[in-house]
């Protein structure tokens, strides 16, 4: 039951009727016996400053940033931390000593799915990326610190993934990464081990084919962000040959889970919170 002195946590984005976050993070609140409550707020992009103001007013206890304000919400909070700094982007804001600081679990959250839920170490592996956008980033810098050997990345805007190219050997020196033209995804394809879809294209059932379904193979990862639908065309395709797939719900639970763990300094059931999106 709200009482007056129930806490809230908040996620802020635009827009954000879609969000699962509400769903996992109450869930495991009242199973924890947690008087907070965690709603979402859809936060027009001129809005963000006002918004981090309006968390320090009413005394949030902390939240989640999400799409378009991830970087744009940065100056406007006390603090960033060190993972955030390198990702450039924030999705969890916490409070620490009065001090609203910006934190960066997606990075975390992928890698804990990679490696718990499909046996994927990357290590001396190659990796193919499409998208560079912001998730793109955090994975990207996850991928460097792990030592991963190579990465090709593809954006349909090539300055993006020039940029992330650059960010990569800029964190890692020893990492082969390189922006890819359009004809040489085939080719990275081929002989990636894992392939990361890191853009937003197999939400749509008229969404067009992200790879060649020939590129793909039994030894291979292959990994999408997207989690709805559970099974894009592209994981059809690579589980069809044989590949490992994983979609992003497991990434989506981790990285909310280090999120909850920072805001309420308890670790949540990773396996309730699942249930709570996915029922
Ligand atoms: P974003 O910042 O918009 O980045 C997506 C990038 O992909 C953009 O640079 C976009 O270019 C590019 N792109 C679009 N179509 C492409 C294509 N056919 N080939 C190559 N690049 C293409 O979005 P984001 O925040 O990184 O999110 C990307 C996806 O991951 C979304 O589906 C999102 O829902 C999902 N996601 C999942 C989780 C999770 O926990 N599972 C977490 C974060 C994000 P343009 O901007 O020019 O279109």
Same mark, same amino acid.
Request: proline share 4%; net charge neutral; hydrophobic share 40%.
């Given at each position: 039951?709200?009482?007056?002195?129930?806490?809230?946590?908040?996620?802020?984005?635009?827009?954000?009727?879609?969000? #699962?976050?509400?769903?996992?993070?109450?869930?495991?609140?009242?199973?924890?016996?947690?008087?907070?409550?965690?709603?979402?707020? /859809?936060?027009?992009? %001129?809005?963000?400053?006002? &918004?981090?103001?309006?968390? #320090?007013?009413?005394?949030?206890?902390?939240?989640?940033?999400?799409?378009?304000?991830?970087?744009?919400? *940065?100056?406007?909070?006390?603090?960033?931390?060190? $993972?955030?700094?390198?990702?450039?982007?924030?999705?969890?804001?916490?409070?620490? $000593?009065?001090?609203?600081?910006?934190?960066?679990? /997606?990075? !975390?959250?992928?890698?804990?799915?990679?490696?718990q839920d499909g046996g994927f170490d990357p290590k001396g592996k190659k990796a193919?990326?499409?998208? &560079?956008?912001? +998730?793109?980033?955090?994975?990207?810098?996850?991928?460097?610190? $792990?030592?991963?050997?190579?990465?090709?990345?593809?954006?349909?805007?090539? %300055?993006?993934?020039? $940029?992330?190219?650059?960010?990569?050997?800029?964190?890692?020196?020893t990492v082969n990464a390189t922006n890819l033209k359009k004809e040489e995804i085939?080719?990275? +394809?081929?002989?990636?081990?894992?392939?990361?879809?890191?853009?937003?294209?197999? *939400?749509?059932?008229?969404?067009?084919?992200? @790879?060649?379904?020939?590129?793909?193979?039994?030894?291979?990862?292959?990994?999408? @962000?997207?989690?709805?639908? %559970?099974?894009?065309?592209?994981?059809? /395709?690579? #589980?069809? +040959?044989?590949?490992?797939?994983?979609?992003? @719900?497991?990434?989506?639970?981790?990285?909310? &889970?280090? %999120?909850?763990? !920072?805001?309420?300094?308890?670790?949540?059931d990773t396996n309730i919170m699942m249930k709570a999106i996915t029922e």
């Amino acid at each position: 039951m709200i009482k007056a002195t129930t806490k809230l946590l908040c996620i802020l984005g635009h827009p954000i009727k879609h969000s #699962k976050s509400p769903l996992m993070h109450n869930k495991m609140l009242e199973i924890l016996g947690i008087d907070s409550v965690y709603t979402a707020f /859809d936060v027009e992009p %001129s809005k963000v400053e006002d &918004a981090v103001k309006g968390m #320090k007013a009413l005394g949030i206890t902390g939240g989640n940033v999400t799409i378009p304000h991830k970087e744009t919400v *940065m100056p406007f909070l006390d603090e960033i931390t060190e $993972e955030a700094k390198n990702i450039g982007a924030v999705n969890t804001i916490f409070v620490k $000593e009065g001090k609203y600081i910006g934190d960066n679990t /997606d990075g !975390r959250g992928f890698i804990i799915s990679l490696m718990q839920d499909g046996g994927f170490d990357p290590k001396g592996k190659k990796a193919l990326i499409l998208g &560079a956008g912001g +998730a793109a980033k955090a994975i990207v810098t996850k991928l460097a610190m $792990e030592n991963i050997c190579c990465i090709g990345i593809f954006d349909i805007d090539q %300055s993006k993934s020039q $940029e992330l190219v650059n960010h990569a050997k800029k964190l890692n020196s020893t990492v082969n990464a390189t922006n890819l033209k359009k004809e040489e995804i085939e080719q990275t +394809a081929t002989q990636a081990d894992l392939i990361i879809n890191c853009t937003p294209i197999g *939400m749509k059932e008229t969404d067009p084919e992200l @790879l060649n379904k020939k590129v793909f193979n039994q030894t291979q990862v292959v990994f999408d @962000l997207i989690y709805n639908p %559970s099974e894009t065309k592209l994981l059809q /395709d690579a #589980k069809n +040959a044989g590949a490992k797939i994983i979609n992003g @719900l497991g990434m989506l639970v981790y990285q909310g &889970a280090l %999120s909850f763990e !920072r805001w309420t300094g308890e670790k949540p059931d990773t396996n309730i919170m699942m249930k709570a999106i996915t029922e």
